[in-house]
């Protein structure tokens, strides 16, 4: 039988291509969107799983987040609106928390271990938990390029917090090790750069002039209809490049800028530092980034801090004076709810590009999971008793979407995040017995 089907094998015109074909170019590797014209014997279920999470600290305003009902009969609250478009392919979870992070103090104790369930410590040493986030990428990452993404819109926090924990655990959502956060890239042009390899000359090299031989021939093999679908991804790659590159061009001079001022670029405030000054446009970027990661399959695993616990960043384009952490002592506010739905607004734009990617019979969004989480709920009570959480995509369809889950009335134990962080690691084909606090699986997700 295996010589006969090596037969057939040679027998197939060489034009013909597998499904999850690629581009090849100096040092540069693009995987192909689906298209119908390549090989397509596997079932949907085959397409890359991809994992990613969303985060903003201080908590959201609790009068304006619900949700109730389900498919298209859900209603949305003020400040999840910005899903209305994509309901069907969410689900709103309430009550869920870590135990473990709530008596233990504010902020730093609260935030932590917020990916990992983990007991985290005082003092100058660090310790946590690995994340969620990395032991999925230690099981798949070896499968892309780039095993997971980390990327923020802030700049870390330095120090201690009055409660004698290090700020590191205020302003890093993923830990690659108990000791060991995982540094994060706030500049879009680097992480685009660490994402595509771009090293050295490579730097200034186009990735689309480089895989464009290959990109035309095989636009010759397929049919009309995916010459367009690759067509408006290539551009799709290209215009998100070309935003990046006047970005390197903005940090290279902050960085020329800081060596004359003999302090380092990160130091200085925004934009002098090269970082966007708009953070609208910060945030699209790194959403683009993100979406282009996953349907490159260039990496499958990403973590993106919206906005750190202790954040500083203002709001003028949302008529805010003050910074979100000083805002979130007031969050039942008319302005912070406004920032609220800012951070959800990034959700859904990053849930709606995947989206419009096709993959197979559905989208690149319809194999994922998004995640997106505060470490409060009430910011001017410092409550972490229960978490607002939404996730967007069906994980291959292992995930069952459009619906809002109350666990609130449910007991401590089963109500645990950690138990939510084991369902989706098991529809990821990552198999563990425990993590963080729960060894148990999250009932009727």
């Given at each position: 039988m295996l010589i006969?089907?090596?037969?057939?094998?040679?027998?197939?015109?060489?034009?013909?291509?597998?499904?999850?074909?690629?581009?090849?170019?100096?040092?540069?590797?693009?995987?192909l969107p689906w298209l119908e014209s390549l090989q397509a014997s596997t079932a949907s279920g085959a397409f890359p799983k991809r994992f990613?999470?969303?985060?903003?600290?201080?908590?959201?305003?609790?009068?304006?987040?619900?949700?109730?009902?389900?498919?298209?009969?859900?209603?949305?609250?003020?400040?999840?609106?910005?899903?209305?478009?994509?309901?069907?392919?969410?689900?709103?979870?309430?009550?869920?928390?870590?135990k473990r992070a709530t008596g233990q103090g504010i902020h730093p104790a609260q935030t932590g271990s917020l990916l990992s369930g983990a007991n985290i410590q005082r003092g100058p040493i660090l310790k946590a938990g690995i994340t969620i986030d990395q032991l999925i990428a230690n099981q798949i990452g070896q499968d892309t390029a780039q095993p997971s993404m980390t990327l923020a819109c802030e700049q870390p926090l330095t120090g201690y917090h009055e409660t004698n924990f290090s700020m590191a655990y205020s302003?890093?959502?993923s830990w690659q090790s108990p000791d060991s956060p995982v540094p994060n890239e706030v500049y879009p042009s680097l992480a685009f750069d660490n994402l595509f390899e771009n090293r050295g000359l490579l730097r200034n090299s186009s990735i689309l002039d480089r895989v464009r031989g290959r990109a035309e021939a095989l636009s010759r093999k397929v049919s009309a209809n995916d010459k367009a679908k690759l067509d408006e991804y290539l551009s799709s790659v290209r215009e998100v490049e070309k935003r990046v590159e006047r970005l390197r061009v903005d940090k290279h001079n902050a960085d020329e800028l800081a060596k004359q001022k003999n302090?380092?670029?990160?130091?200085?405030?925004?934009?002098?530092?090269?970082?966007?000054?708009?953070?609208?446009?910060?945030?699209?970027?790194?959403?683009?980034?993100?979406a282009i990661g996953f349907q490159t399959d260039r990496t499958r695993v990403a973590t993106m801090l919206l906005a750190n616990d202790l954040s500083a960043q203002i709001y003028p384009f949302l008529q805010m004076r003050e910074g979100h952490h000083s805002a979130s002592h007031y969050n039942n506010s008319d302005g912070y709810e406004r920032i609220t739905r800012f951070y959800l607004s990034q959700l859904a734009y990053l849930?709606?590009?995947?989206?419009?990617?096709?993959?197979?019979?559905?989208?690149?969004?319809?194999?994922?999971?998004?995640?997106?989480?505060?470490n409060l709920w009430i910011g001017r009570k410092h409550d972490n008793t229960r978490l607002p959480l939404v996730l967007a995509?069906?994980?291959?369809?292992?995930?069952?979407?459009?619906?809002?889950?109350d666990y609130l009335g449910a007991s401590d134990e089963n109500r645990k995040?950690?138990?939510?962080?084991l369902s989706i690691m098991d529809r990821m084909g990552v198999k563990v017995d425990?993590?963080?606090?729960a060894d148990t699986r999250l009932e009727r997700l």
């Amino acid at each position: 039988m295996l010589i006969q089907k090596r037969r057939q094998e040679s027998r197939m015109p060489q034009s013909r291509i597998s499904r999850r074909a690629v581009l090849r170019g100096a040092g540069v590797t693009l995987a192909l969107p689906w298209l119908e014209s390549l090989q397509a014997s596997t079932a949907s279920g085959a397409f890359p799983k991809r994992f990613g999470v969303l985060f903003m600290g201080n908590g959201i305003n609790e009068d304006h987040w619900s949700a109730t009902g389900s498919g298209a009969a859900m209603k949305l609250s003020k400040s999840l609106e910005p899903l209305e478009p994509i309901k069907k392919k969410i689900n709103v979870i309430d009550g869920l928390f870590h135990k473990r992070a709530t008596g233990q103090g504010i902020h730093p104790a609260q935030t932590g271990s917020l990916l990992s369930g983990a007991n985290i410590q005082r003092g100058p040493i660090l310790k946590a938990g690995i994340t969620i986030d990395q032991l999925i990428a230690n099981q798949i990452g070896q499968d892309t390029a780039q095993p997971s993404m980390t990327l923020a819109c802030e700049q870390p926090l330095t120090g201690y917090h009055e409660t004698n924990f290090s700020m590191a655990y205020s302003s890093h959502l993923s830990w690659q090790s108990p000791d060991s956060p995982v540094p994060n890239e706030v500049y879009p042009s680097l992480a685009f750069d660490n994402l595509f390899e771009n090293r050295g000359l490579l730097r200034n090299s186009s990735i689309l002039d480089r895989v464009r031989g290959r990109a035309e021939a095989l636009s010759r093999k397929v049919s009309a209809n995916d010459k367009a679908k690759l067509d408006e991804y290539l551009s799709s790659v290209r215009e998100v490049e070309k935003r990046v590159e006047r970005l390197r061009v903005d940090k290279h001079n902050a960085d020329e800028l800081a060596k004359q001022k003999n302090r380092p670029t990160l130091s200085m405030e925004r934009p002098a530092n090269g970082l966007p000054e708009d953070l609208r446009e910060h945030t699209r970027l790194m959403c683009d980034i993100v979406a282009i990661g996953f349907q490159t399959d260039r990496t499958r695993v990403a973590t993106m801090l919206l906005a750190n616990d202790l954040s500083a960043q203002i709001y003028p384009f949302l008529q805010m004076r003050e910074g979100h952490h000083s805002a979130s002592h007031y969050n039942n506010s008319d302005g912070y709810e406004r920032i609220t739905r800012f951070y959800l607004s990034q959700l859904a734009y990053l849930a709606m590009k995947l989206d419009a990617m096709p993959e197979g019979n559905g989208t690149v969004l319809d194999n994922s999971c998004l995640m997106f989480l505060s470490n409060l709920w009430i910011g001017r009570k410092h409550d972490n008793t229960r978490l607002p959480l939404v996730l967007a995509g069906g994980l291959g369809g292992t995930l069952e979407t459009g619906r809002t889950l109350d666990y609130l009335g449910a007991s401590d134990e089963n109500r645990k995040m950690c138990s939510l962080f084991l369902s989706i690691m098991d529809r990821m084909g990552v198999k563990v017995d425990r993590f963080g606090d729960a060894d148990t699986r999250l009932e009727r997700l």
